[in-house]
């Protein structure tokens, strides 16, 4: 989604601005933009949304407002594209429609044949760098796991206690809501554990019975 309204023709600067997660901040990359010379209602942005996720409406938007002589301007390359193959297809667009593109304030014409290979190195080292966090994150959990500080998600209830919330349950006084107070649980937990024990009762052998 972009900003504000406004599209406009012909020569002109579009800019386009992207956060991982809805708790990080584009004011940074938003200054940056205007800082470059990006008229406010010319900077597209998409919130929560990975730069490995082609399906993003605010980059999508920003490529169809650019016109041949327009240029694309991004604050780092790794918020247009986290892949090579991404980055290529992205190129591949600009190229098409004479569309060059600013990172930083350096532009780039990806119809140049130097442009075209300093665009896909940088984005080969955008993908090492993915790659590298993403392999960092794996040796941090396997570290934590043979220390034992990593032993997976466990249980809100222990079995004594779902046992009693079952019995509560049964007895008819309680609502589920009121249950989830009483044990300083989420509904959902209560939910869970309920339909886990109607799943046992009807799984237990005959003369057997579950709480």
Not at 91 to 111: F, Q
Not at 148 to 153: A, H, Q, S, V, Y
Request: aromatic share 4%; glycine share 10%.
């Amino acid at each position: 989604m972009r900003y504000t309204a406004g599209m406009g023709t012909g020569s002109t600067l579009v800019g386009y601005a992207r956060c991982s997660t809805d708790k990080q901040d584009l004011t940074a990359q938003w200054d940056a933009l205007t800082a470059l010379g990006v008229a406010p209602e010319r900077i597209y942005v998409d919130h929560g949304l990975t730069g490995t996720d082609r399906k993003r409406p605010g980059l999508r938007e920003a490529l169809a407002a650019c016109h041949e002589g327009s240029t694309l301007v991004v604050t780092k390359l790794d918020r247009l594209a986290r892949s090579v193959p991404d980055a290529r297809d992205i190129a591949d667009e600009l190229t098409r429609k004479g569309v060059k593109l600013s990172i930083g304030g350096s532009v780039h014409d990806p119809t140049d044949p130097v442009g075209k290979l300093l665009f896909n190195a940088l984005a080969m080292v955008a993908e090492f760098e993915v790659d590298l966090s993403r392999l960092r994150t794996r040796e941090g959990m396997k570290v934590a796991k043979d220390k034992g500080r990593l032993k997976g998600k466990q249980p809100k209830l222990s079995a004594a206690q779902q046992k009693h919330l079952v019995a509560l349950y049964h007895e008819g006084q309680h609502t589920s809501t009121e249950l989830a107070e009483l044990l300083q649980v989420g509904r959902s937990t209560v939910y869970r554990t309920l339909a886990r024990a109607k799943a046992a009762s009807m799984t237990a052998p005959a003369g057997e019975t579950q709480p």
